[in-house]
């Protein structure tokens, strides 16, 4: 199957040719057909599998369509709606670029930023909006968005804009976008009690669903250390230091805990950033951008950045803490092993964790591999005792990676990818 043989229009043909994209993934295959016929649409697939243009695509190719015959104008007609930022700006980057031959206009809004440029953005008239949701109702009291003419409303993330912290807005959405209209609720995980919810929002829909056995994206090999919390500084110093990745993705459950490991790591030489909700969006945007050109070898986040940022090559996504939330697991690890890339995610469970492991295992319908045999193992009836000792390796090149250059080009060649339990399950040469 051919992108030109899902009835792509030229335009749109070119530039995903510009984006080097040869065919359309499983998610686009089944959604484009149905959303270029105008249905409303739940779309579950895989994290990292090209959920963005599934639902860019057929909106651009039906605004430019309609432009064609005259029927468009320059008024807002398509609204993209995603809980984080990060990933606003992101979606609103693919935008621009699948639609740069179409005269289609787009642009982006979020908090944590001044919001005049914004405002100008938005005189000058815009077709594609990517907005997250406080700062679209705040600009939308003030008068300067008008939701009236919406004919395209995207959920990306259902899921998460459907869950507590965001319905009540979503609500306020949905009173202000016109009845008739097509919706678009996209999605990795898609919880029972939020497909139900859907069903109330979601006008005639189709259901697309892609690999629904295992939400876990198949090419990303998945371990877990037994560890305790007292050692997971060490362990994760270690396995930095050891195995040198290019890229490490690390998540945290708290900003305080965040910044605690990029410390921790700044000690060590080890070239690390926070990304968490007390930074400002400069600094975030800043953090992210240096992480994506890889000028930053960590980037340690909080759960803001668990959803849809894509980080092309990024090799390895460390879990410092486990989530009590299961579906945010299959996110974070969907960090890597994007597009057709393999991916490692490794995870530190402490023994109050192991709850949290079980309901992972449950949603996943499959056993992380433990690994066993390494010097950080703590037998859980053994916790206390066991980080009270530094149980630190000596490791006689230990400073061999440290004050890595911020250039990436000057890093130690890449390793070969393999199976983490080879590659993360032995004990430090050194031993
Ligand atoms: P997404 O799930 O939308 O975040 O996309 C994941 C990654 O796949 C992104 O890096 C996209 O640029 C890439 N991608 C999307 N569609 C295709 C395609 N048809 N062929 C190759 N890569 C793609």
Redesign the pocket.
Known sequence: MT?KELGLIDPILKA?AD???????P??QQAIPVLLKGKDLLGS?Q????????FTIPILQQIYDNIGSGKGGRKLKALIITPTRELAI??DD?VTEYSKYTGIKNTVIFGGVKQAAQVNAMRKGVDVLTATPGRLLDLVKQGFISLKDIEYLVLDEADQMLDMGFIHDIKKVLKLVPHKRQSLFFSATMPKAIVDLSKLILGDFEKVSIAPEKPTAERVDQSVYFVSKKSKAKLLEHLIETENPETVLVFSRTKHGANKIVKILDKSGINAAAIHGNKSQAARQKALSAFKDGKTQVLVATDIAAR?I?V?ELELVIQYDLPNVPETYVHRIGRTG???ASGIALSFCAQDERPYLKDIEKLIKQKIHVIAEHPFLVDPADEESQSSQDSRPKNNNRNSNRNRSQNSSSRPKKQTAGRPNKRFNSKPKSE
């Open positions: 992108f995903l984006k080097g994209y040869t065919h359309p993934t998610i686009q697939a994290t990292g599998t090209g959920k963005t243009a599934a992101q979606i693919n849809g894509d092309s994007r597009a057709k």
